[in-house]
């Protein structure tokens, strides 16, 4: 995608992915435990989700490739989603299928690890004859973005319900 609409070789993806690294490890090493003394994993998740979908749709965006460096570090909150659904996923589950539920999720990562490149290169190969910065180019984060979009509005569906489902059982167990 940037060597199409940006014209970037390897020297530049490789400060953008290690600036991708840094602000990973920042949220997830040090950032995370203090976000989570003032959120809730939920709301954690849904911003970070928020932020993720955004990110995408700006990365699609972008008119000049400097802008990229500032939404990476801009879209920090995404950088705690998995970490924080894993968590949360881990603590639903009970003892005894504890270990088959986080393989399960480790293999729907993994099952989207080797479709995601795949899809998104077929979706950027339809439009790469698109001239050099052409909005089109950003096709593949334009999905990557309305994918993000709809996992956030599942969870706060998820998140409601749940919530929901916790009242109805406090009330009906008060009375």
Known sequence: YTTFKFGWGPHE????????GVVNVL?????LKH???RIS???LAV??????AFAYVAYGLAPQSWMLFVIIFLNMPAAATGATLQSMVSGAASAGVQGRTLGAVASLNSLMAVLAPVLGAGLLALVSAAPR???RLGLPFFAGGLIQGIAMLLAIWHFQRQR???ST????SSV
């Open 133 to 135: 910065g052409d909005i």
């Open 41 to 43: 994993p939920q709301r």
């Open 27 to 31: 949220m997830q090493g040090v950032l």
């Open 35 to 37: 976000v989570l003394k």
């Open 13 to 20: 993806t490789g400060w953008s992915l290690m600036l991708v």
């Open 169 to 172: 059982s406090i009330s009906a």
């Open 47 to 52: 911003i970070g989700l928020c932020s993720s």
């Open 164 to 166: 929901g489902l916790a």
